[in-house]
């Protein structure tokens, strides 16, 4: 069974720029979060969507949002893009209300 | 609030030396959810562990080892007979409530693991 893939794995943007990271979850799998990941904060829960509905969201401004499509698949955007938003974005699915999440390999976000 | 601590920001140790790693949480809530989690260098978060509030049995897997006490709010992990493949950064998380809340976990610092040869 594949993973929960995340597409690109490395992006550079420019500050006022925006940018869509993409996930596809393990396959059956209905709920994807999002996390960041930084050297000063950590790891930080962005936002968690379940059958195409956000059920969750962490303390981030409204410059970060997400969807899910019907098949499961997650895309997260990021308007206006600010130097700190540099980070690792990670995806994570899980398969039940009761399964814990698994993650993916992560997309490196540079801002310039 | 919730919040998880690990104390040690890094820990280095020479192979086949046993080592535990420190975590500890704050929660109001009587039901919530503890986990390990593993992130090599590849940058993938590893699942190892959850355990939840009402389970305080300790569990062993391998060469892994989990000590669960609520009396001190504690959820340590111990390698024994650490190998160089177990360096890594090692995370302690947390979810409050009931199931559907595990999709969002707070997360600890993190301990990074170097074990030499």
């Known amino acids: 069974k594949a993973g929960v893939t995340q597409t690109p794995r490395y992006l550079i943007k420019t500050r006022g720029q925006q940018v869509t990271l993409s996930c596809s979850p393990i396959?059956?799998?209905?709920?994807v979060s999002w996390y960041q990941q930084t050297p000063g904060q950590g790891l930080q829960f962005l936002f968690e969507?379940?059958?195409?509905?956000?059920?969750n969201k962490g303390n981030f401004p409204g410059r970060f949002s997400g969807r899910q499509f019907s098949n499961s698949r997650s895309e997260m955007n990021v308007s206006t893009l600010e130097l700190g938003d540099s980070a690792l974005y990670l995806c994570?699915?899980?398969?039940?209300?009761?399964?814990?999440?698994?993650f993916g390999n992560g997309t490196r976000l540079t801002v310039t | 609030a919730q919040k998880v601590t690990q104390a040690q920001t890094e820990i280095s140790v020479v192979e086949k030396e046993d080592v535990t790693l420190d975590c500890v949480y704050e929660?109001?809530?009587?039901?919530?959810?503890l986990f390990w989690y593993k992130q090599p260098p590849s940058g993938e978060l590893v699942f190892l562990i959850r355990?939840?509030?009402?389970?305080?049995q300790n569990e062993i897997s391998g060469r892994y080892s989990w000590n669960f006490q609520k009396s001190t709010s504690s959820f340590n992990f111990t390698i024994t007979a650490s190998q160089v493949v177990d360096s890594a950064v090692y995370f302690c998380?947390?979810?409050?409530?009931?199931?559907?809340?595990?999709?969002?976990?707070?997360f600890g610092k993190g301990t990074k693991l170097s074990v030499k040869p």
């Open positions: 994570a699915s899980r398969g039940t209300e009761n399964s814990p999440l698994h």
């Open positions: 969507y379940f059958s195409e509905t956000q059920r």
């Open positions: 929660t109001r809530d009587t039901t919530y959810y």
């Open positions: 396959s059956g799998h209905r709920s």
């Open positions: 355990r939840n509030s009402f389970d305080e």
């Open positions: 998380a947390l979810s409050e409530g009931y199931g559907g809340s595990q999709g969002n976990l707070i």
